[in-house]
């Protein structure tokens, strides 16, 4: 039995869902509110007149990427060829690899997946263009490429003045096509202050894709495509005139980092990891079950400027304030009614990187578990 619930109807919520569990530690899907967030995301992408292309890292499931197809999705966005892969296998066309493909043993796979798929990549520069060129002619087939443009985040991407120069290139090419341009605006995230700054960078990181593909299509070339991404700017992002695409992924389930971005609320959370308190050795602390290879390492700022690993859906002010590998310690009051047996669910702070260490998740729905779903692109880093 496990100690008084307190909290928010959405802790009490997640917190039922603890209770289904034999087993710990579990992800466990609520697949009403998964339903709901596909279809309110949808919904928002259709009335903006804006394609909607979830990224699949979040999940890494056909189950999931086929709900957000039926909704309206026009694709998936993977990172890694073995995510898009998976994604071919279950009989997903119009995949987006958004990651440069360099490497022959990578460029065949890519080849091969062109020939069953249709096929896109991102990429920043003239060698992976070239790289990509020769294998699809090799292999007798094509794929489009969007040129990737680094708008802030300073990770892949090319940078805005040199854009116009890679997008000649590519159209030189044979047997790839160019598409058009993508950023990805991820530094929003924890360069932004408050929302009204999250709007207006996303609103700045947009405009920078736009005038490349203005000056694109003044140069001659395609750019059908202008594509922006993240759940915590896809509101704003889809807003402005002439984006045609955005590829939020966090959406499909929801986390802590985006409740403290504004994107959701803890009533959108969808997934939460149930574990058991094993130990109380004091009255201020206890362990339970679930350490970095359950939630990740991710400490996302989520209160002032403490860190911690994740919070206790029911105890709002339970957080897990260290973890080695197997082990999470929760900050307790010494009232705490939390004893050793407990089920407890918990808020991650970043459902993606958590999903990827499990093999499988469990689905609940009017308070039972009704399904198992395999994490099938779980660890596909090649």
């Given at each position: 039995?496990?100690?008084?619930?307190?909290?928010?109807?959405?802790?009490s919520?997640l917190?039922?869902?603890?209770?289904?569990?034999?087993?710990?530690?579990?992800i466990?899907?609520?697949?009403?509110?998964?339903?709901?967030?596909i279809v309110?995301?949808?919904?928002?992408?259709?009335s903006?007149?804006?394609?909607l292309r979830p990224?699949?890292?979040?999940?890494?499931?056909?189950?999931?990427a086929?709900?957000?197809?039926?909704?309206?999705?026009?694709?998936?966005?993977v990172a890694?060829?073995?995510?898009?892969e998976v994604?071919?296998?279950?009989?997903?066309?119009?995949?987006?690899v958004?990651?440069?493909?360099?490497?022959?043993?990578?460029?065949?796979?890519l080849a091969?997946?062109?020939?069953?798929t249709r096929?896109?990549?991102?990429l920043?520069?003239?060698?992976?263009?070239?790289?990509?060129?020769?294998?699809?002619?090799?292999?007798?087939?094509?794929?489009r490429?969007?040129?990737?443009v680094?708008?802030?985040l300073h990770r892949?991407?090319?940078?805005?003045?040199?854009?116009?120069a890679?997008?000649?290139t590519?159209?030189?090419?044979?047997a790839?096509?160019l598409?058009?341009?993508?950023t990805h605006?991820?530094h929003?995230?924890?360069?932004?202050g408050?929302?009204?700054e999250?709007?207006?960078m996303?609103q700045d990181?947009?405009r920078?894709?736009?005038?490349?593909?203005?000056?694109?299509?003044?140069?001659?070339l395609a750019a059908?495509?202008v594509?922006?991404?993240?759940s915590?700017t896809a509101?704003?992002g889809?807003?402005v005139?002439?984006?045609?695409?955005v590829r939020?992924?966090t959406y499909?389930?929801?986390?802590?980092t985006?409740?403290?971005?504004?994107?959701?609320c803890?009533?959108d959370?969808?997934a939460c990891v149930?574990a058991t308190?094993v130990s109380r050795?004091a009255?201020?602390?206890?362990?339970?079950?679930?350490?970095?290879k359950?939630l990740?390492?991710?400490q996302r700022?989520?209160r002032?400027?403490?860190?911690?690993?994740g919070?206790?859906a029911?105890?709002?002010?339970?957080w897990?304030v260290?973890a080695s590998?197997e082990?999470?310690v929760l900050?307790?009051?010494p009232?705490s009614?939390?004893?050793?047996?407990?089920?407890?669910?918990?808020?991650?702070?970043?459902i993606?990187?958590a999903?990827?260490l499990?093999?499988?998740?469990?689905?609940a729905e009017?308070g039972?578990?009704?399904d198992?779903?395999p994490?099938?692109?779980r660890?596909?880093?090649?």
């Amino acid at each position: 039995m496990t100690a008084e619930i307190e909290g928010t109807p959405a802790g009490s919520r997640l917190q039922d869902l603890a209770e289904l569990v034999a087993d710990t530690p579990r992800i466990v899907i609520d697949r009403r509110i998964l339903q709901a967030n596909i279809v309110r995301m949808a919904n928002r992408a259709a009335s903006a007149g804006v394609a909607l292309r979830p990224h699949t890292k979040t999940h890494k499931m056909p189950q999931v990427a086929r709900m957000a197809a039926e909704a309206g999705a026009v694709g998936v966005q993977v990172a890694k060829l073995g995510e898009a892969e998976v994604m071919a296998d279950a009989g997903f066309d119009g995949i987006l690899v958004a990651y440069p493909i360099v490497g022959d043993a990578k460029l065949a796979r890519l080849a091969a997946l062109a020939r069953r798929t249709r096929i896109t990549v991102s990429l920043d520069s003239a060698t992976a263009a070239e790289g990509i060129s020769r294998a699809m002619v090799a292999h007798g087939t094509s794929c489009r490429l969007l040129v990737e443009v680094d708008t802030g985040l300073h990770r892949i991407g090319v940078q805005p003045s040199e854009a116009l120069a890679l997008a000649r290139t590519i159209d030189r090419l044979p047997a790839v096509e160019l598409a058009g341009v993508l950023t990805h605006e991820g530094h929003i995230y924890t360069a932004a202050g408050d929302v009204a700054e999250m709007e207006r960078m996303t609103q700045d990181a947009c405009r920078v894709v736009l005038e490349i593909a203005a000056r694109m299509r003044a140069d001659g070339l395609a750019a059908p495509v202008v594509s922006v991404g993240s759940s915590g700017t896809a509101r704003f992002g889809m807003a402005v005139p002439g984006i045609t695409e955005v590829r939020p992924g966090t959406y499909v389930f929801n986390d802590l980092t985006q409740v403290q971005l504004g994107a959701a609320c803890e009533s959108d959370i969808a997934a939460c990891v149930v574990a058991t308190v094993v130990s109380r050795p004091a009255a201020d602390w206890a362990v339970i079950d679930a350490g970095t290879k359950t939630l990740s390492s991710d400490q996302r700022i989520v209160r002032t400027s403490e860190r911690s690993f994740g919070r206790l859906a029911a105890w709002p002010d339970t957080w897990i304030v260290r973890a080695s590998e197997e082990h999470g310690v929760l900050g307790l009051a010494p009232d705490s009614p939390l004893k050793i047996g407990d089920r407890v669910a918990i808020l991650p702070n970043h459902i993606c990187s958590a999903v990827n260490l499990h093999d499988e998740v469990l689905v609940a729905e009017d308070g039972r578990i009704v399904d198992r779903w395999p994490v099938a692109a779980r660890g596909r880093l090649q």
